[in-house]
């Protein structure tokens, strides 16, 4: 089945040691998307990505980063984890703008 | 700054009884879109209305939209404790962004 993989799915890491989650699509949809989640809250857009044009958020942290090596592929890299960041990350991807997103199941990321 | 809000922040109801969820926004919207999330998993696309619109069906799910009052609802109509999860809006201006509100937590009891 098309779908979208995120791997981890759990991840450790000790505080201020960078940390990278992948994401990947079988859907060759055109926008990747990464969203923060903390516990019993909406999801936060971090940033996406329109083929190869990166749309950062305003108030995303510098900390984050990301890369699209190709159409199937998205990372996410947190250079400097803080207790704060952890958190859910779901990658999401859509055909278009204003279509439905479509998510993978999420890395539970946890900061020692 | 978050474009929806949703009401109750919490439901808790009994196997075959209908889940009433709603949904207010404050800009307008070129669509919106209501959400599913089971614990612990991503979210899944359930329903996508747009602002012309004013109601859609899909299987025992039911959602309006009324522009005029920036607001929609999710009708789940004979529930099942399958359907306990987190329910979650979303607002699209046009462009790549969606906007969450902040969910139901609606709880099906057998």
């Known amino acids: 089945d098309a779908m979208v993989i995120q791997n981890p799915r759990y991840q450790v890491t000790q505080f201020g040691k960078p940390v990278t989650l992948s994401c990947s699509q079988t859907l060759n949809h055109n926008v990747m998307y990464w969203y923060q989640q903390k516990s019993s809250q909406a999801p936060k857009l971090l940033f996406h990505y329109y083929d190869k044009d990166f749309n950062n958020e305003a108030d995303t942290p510098d900390n984050f980063q990301s890369r699209r090596p190709n159409t199937s592929f998205c990372f996410l890299d947190i250079r400097s984890p803080g207790l704060g960041d952890a958190a859910m990350y779901l990658c999401?991807?859509?055909?278009?703008?204003?279509?439905?997103?479509?998510f993978g199941d999420g890395t539970r990321l946890s900061i020692l | 700054s978050q474009q929806g809000e949703e009401d109750p922040q919490a439901l808790s109801i009994q196997e075959g009884e209908n889940a009433t969820m709603n949904c207010s926004y404050k800009?307008?919207?070129?669509?919106l879109q209501w959400y599913r999330q089971n614990s612990g998993r991503g979210l899944v696309h359930l329903i996508l209305i747009r602002s012309n619109e004013r109601e859609k069906h899909s299987g025992r799910l039911r959602v309006t939209l009324d522009t005029s009052k920036k607001s929609s609802s999710l009708l789940i109509t004979a529930s099942r404790a399958a359907d306990t999860a987190s329910y979650f809006c979303a607002t699209s201006k046009g462009g790549s962004r969606l906007t969450f509100g902040e969910g139901t937590q609606l709880t099906v009891n057998p």
């Open positions: 800009t307008s919207i070129n669509n």
């Open positions: 999401a991807t859509s055909s278009d703008p204003d279509q439905p997103q479509h």
